[in-house]
């Protein structure tokens, strides 16, 4: 039954000129409109909207990354840009809330640093002992793509290695109420919650529900309870999840909003290939003006017969060879008239291209960056496109920075000060000034590298930007630049090489604009 918008006279004003009983002031709310009539869209919370249809979404989002070639491209471009060689701790604790110099704070830094390095550039943090943090940052970061959330169990397992500290990935779809139960008030998807909607803990499932190496009744099937914290607040869990709604216990896949577009445009271009393949193998028809009757006739009026059967034989095995110059010999009265294909169809290219870029809108990708295709884009639409792209890119990349690479760096630390490797005194009374970090990520690139060297030097001598800054956005530390190029200096004077000057060569597309070499 469709609702019906009652009228109520409450400040005693007339109605709209124009309005009618029952019509909304929204068009977008109308349900009398013929366009919006059968619009009945869900009013649930973010949980009642979201849980029932999240295993259906994960599995048809990794179903189209595995098949479908623009979304694993999609998928590896994010990646790629996002996470690529890996984010690089830089450590910078909050000196003035501890009390210390600014030079201070920098030697804690660089000892922090070089055992993190220890830790996180080896496989020590991996339980299963086969990824370095890099790896199992990718591994989260995918997973936060494709299922919408990325979860990992930290360990503690002392003797095993340098550190104790050992990190499990967990596939998110072992997150789920025990013995498959019905969500409750306190228990959504797994997750114990308190009144506040804080977790309490987590259920996770002994192994994969689509395992096929265990048996339902083994222990495998079973579900361990995790609280969320230790008493003292050090983590047990890590859930990395993007919060789109208040309320929200489970992450969405990215795919999410484009899966049905994704799933027909798979099916169009699959249906031309194959009618272009079949368009393709056939070159010609050979055509006879004898109708049935006539060829009856002809051959004595008798289908029975063995002149009718020779003949519908003759004609099942008669393939004319195609070659070059060839001449086909054909039977008396036949004509031989070429086929000419119609697939694939004239509206193919710019509707495909059409659906791809609402596809691209909807996962933040550009249309060029998302096929790699900059034939048909001018420096500006170019440099314009992934300008919007690296803006998606830096906000995706700070929350993995703040939703992973921060905790699981937290967890670490607090293990190496109670190691007594680093100091750092009232270490959980000042712990967020202590785990205070950056996470240094791939560089953004260059499309011009004269032009945007230039752009670089003139902002840092204006002040609008600083050589850290810089530095970071082409994906290096500028500590580390200052002291390779002193340590390069030095080594230069030592051997006594002149390296000359360098003067930059100015095209001429960079005079008609203005440019001047430095």
């Given at each position: 039954m469709k609702p019906?918008?009652?009228?109520?006279?409450?400040t005693g004003q007339p109605p709209r000129i124009g309005a009618s009983f029952g019509e909304s002031p929204h068009f977008g709310a109308s349900y009398t409109a013929k366009e919006m009539a059968n619009w009945s869209a869900s009013s649930g919370s973010a949980d009642a909207d979201l849980l029932s249809d999240l295993p259906t979404l994960r599995n048809r989002s990794r179903d189209l990354e595995r098949n479908h070639g623009i979304a694993h491209g999609g998928i590896q471009t994010l990646l790629d840009n996002i996470v690529g060689t890996?984010?690089?701790?830089?450590?910078?604790?909050?000196?003035?809330?501890?009390?210390?110099?600014?030079?201070?704070?920098?030697?804690w830094s660089r000892n922090v640093e070089s055992l993190w390095r220890s830790f996180a550039d080896t496989r020590e943090c991996d339980i299963a002992g086969q990824l370095n943090f890099h790896?199992?940052?990718?591994?989260v970061f995918r997973s936060a793509l494709l299922n919408g959330e990325?979860?990992?169990?930290?360990?503690w397992r002392p003797g095993d290695g340098k550190f104790s500290t050992k990190l499990q990935l967990i596939e998110p779809d072992r997150l789920s109420n025990p013995y498959d139960g019905p969500?409750?008030?306190?228990?959504?998807g797994g997750i114990e919650i308190d009144k506040y909607g804080k977790p309490v803990a987590y259920w996770i499932r002994n192994a994969h529900p689509g395992d096929v190496f265990w048996l339902t009744g083994s222990p495998a099937g079973a579900w361990t309870r995790i609280p969320a914290t230790m008493r003292w607040g050090r983590s047990r869990v890590i859930h990395s999840h993007d919060k789109e709604r208040t309320g929200q216990s489970r992450g969405k896949p990215i795919l999410s909003a484009v899966i049905p577009q994704f799933k027909m445009l798979d099916h169009y271009q699959r249906t031309e290939l194959q009618a272009a393949v079949v368009n393709a193998m056939i070159a010609a028809f050979i055509e006879t003006p004898l109708d049935s009757a006539s060829v009856t006739e002809l051959?004595?009026?008798?289908i029975n017969s063995q002149q009718y059967q020779d003949y519908l034989s003759m004609q099942g095995q008669y393939v004319a060879p195609l070659r070059g110059a060839a001449i086909i010999p054909t039977l008396p009265g036949q004509q031989i008239k070429?086929?000419?294909?119609?697939?694939?169809?004239?509206?193919?290219?710019?509707?495909t291209e059409a659906v791809i870029r609402h596809i691209g809108a909807g996962i933040g990708l550009p249309y060029e960056l998302l096929l790699k295709d900059f034939s048909k884009t001018n420096y500006s639409s170019a440099r314009a496109a992934l300008l919007e792209a690296w803006r998606f890119f830096m906000g995706r990349r700070e929350w993995l920075s703040r939703y992973w690479c921060e905790p699981v760096y937290c967890l670490w630390l607090e293990e190496v000060i109670n190691a007594g490797l680093v100091k750092a005194p009232d270490f959980y009374t000042n712990q967020y000034a202590y785990c205070r970090s950056k996470w240094i990520g791939p560089g953004r690139g260059w499309v011009d590298p004269v032009k945007e060297a230039q752009a670089a030097q003139i902002r840092m001598e204006?002040?609008?930007s600083t050589l850290e800054r810089e530095c970071a956005e082409q994906g290096t530390d500028w500590e580390e630049n200052l002291e390779q190029i002193a340590r390069e200096q030095n080594r230069i004077k030592e051997l006594g090489v002149s390296l000359g000057k360098f003067v930059p060569v100015q095209h001429e597309a960079q005079q008609q604009e203005g440019f001047v070499a430095a």
């Amino acid at each position: 039954m469709k609702p019906v918008r009652r009228v109520k006279a409450i400040t005693g004003q007339p109605p709209r000129i124009g309005a009618s009983f029952g019509e909304s002031p929204h068009f977008g709310a109308s349900y009398t409109a013929k366009e919006m009539a059968n619009w009945s869209a869900s009013s649930g919370s973010a949980d009642a909207d979201l849980l029932s249809d999240l295993p259906t979404l994960r599995n048809r989002s990794r179903d189209l990354e595995r098949n479908h070639g623009i979304a694993h491209g999609g998928i590896q471009t994010l990646l790629d840009n996002i996470v690529g060689t890996g984010l690089r701790l830089s450590s910078v604790p909050d000196y003035r809330a501890l009390g210390w110099t600014k030079e201070q704070a920098e030697e804690w830094s660089r000892n922090v640093e070089s055992l993190w390095r220890s830790f996180a550039d080896t496989r020590e943090c991996d339980i299963a002992g086969q990824l370095n943090f890099h790896g199992q940052t990718t591994q989260v970061f995918r997973s936060a793509l494709l299922n919408g959330e990325a979860l990992a169990l930290p360990l503690w397992r002392p003797g095993d290695g340098k550190f104790s500290t050992k990190l499990q990935l967990i596939e998110p779809d072992r997150l789920s109420n025990p013995y498959d139960g019905p969500d409750s008030e306190y228990r959504r998807g797994g997750i114990e919650i308190d009144k506040y909607g804080k977790p309490v803990a987590y259920w996770i499932r002994n192994a994969h529900p689509g395992d096929v190496f265990w048996l339902t009744g083994s222990p495998a099937g079973a579900w361990t309870r995790i609280p969320a914290t230790m008493r003292w607040g050090r983590s047990r869990v890590i859930h990395s999840h993007d919060k789109e709604r208040t309320g929200q216990s489970r992450g969405k896949p990215i795919l999410s909003a484009v899966i049905p577009q994704f799933k027909m445009l798979d099916h169009y271009q699959r249906t031309e290939l194959q009618a272009a393949v079949v368009n393709a193998m056939i070159a010609a028809f050979i055509e006879t003006p004898l109708d049935s009757a006539s060829v009856t006739e002809l051959l004595g009026g008798d289908i029975n017969s063995q002149q009718y059967q020779d003949y519908l034989s003759m004609q099942g095995q008669y393939v004319a060879p195609l070659r070059g110059a060839a001449i086909i010999p054909t039977l008396p009265g036949q004509q031989i008239k070429p086929f000419l294909p119609s697939r694939p169809a004239d509206a193919f290219a710019p509707f495909t291209e059409a659906v791809i870029r609402h596809i691209g809108a909807g996962i933040g990708l550009p249309y060029e960056l998302l096929l790699k295709d900059f034939s048909k884009t001018n420096y500006s639409s170019a440099r314009a496109a992934l300008l919007e792209a690296w803006r998606f890119f830096m906000g995706r990349r700070e929350w993995l920075s703040r939703y992973w690479c921060e905790p699981v760096y937290c967890l670490w630390l607090e293990e190496v000060i109670n190691a007594g490797l680093v100091k750092a005194p009232d270490f959980y009374t000042n712990q967020y000034a202590y785990c205070r970090s950056k996470w240094i990520g791939p560089g953004r690139g260059w499309v011009d590298p004269v032009k945007e060297a230039q752009a670089a030097q003139i902002r840092m001598e204006s002040g609008i930007s600083t050589l850290e800054r810089e530095c970071a956005e082409q994906g290096t530390d500028w500590e580390e630049n200052l002291e390779q190029i002193a340590r390069e200096q030095n080594r230069i004077k030592e051997l006594g090489v002149s390296l000359g000057k360098f003067v930059p060569v100015q095209h001429e597309a960079q005079q008609q604009e203005g440019f001047v070499a430095a």
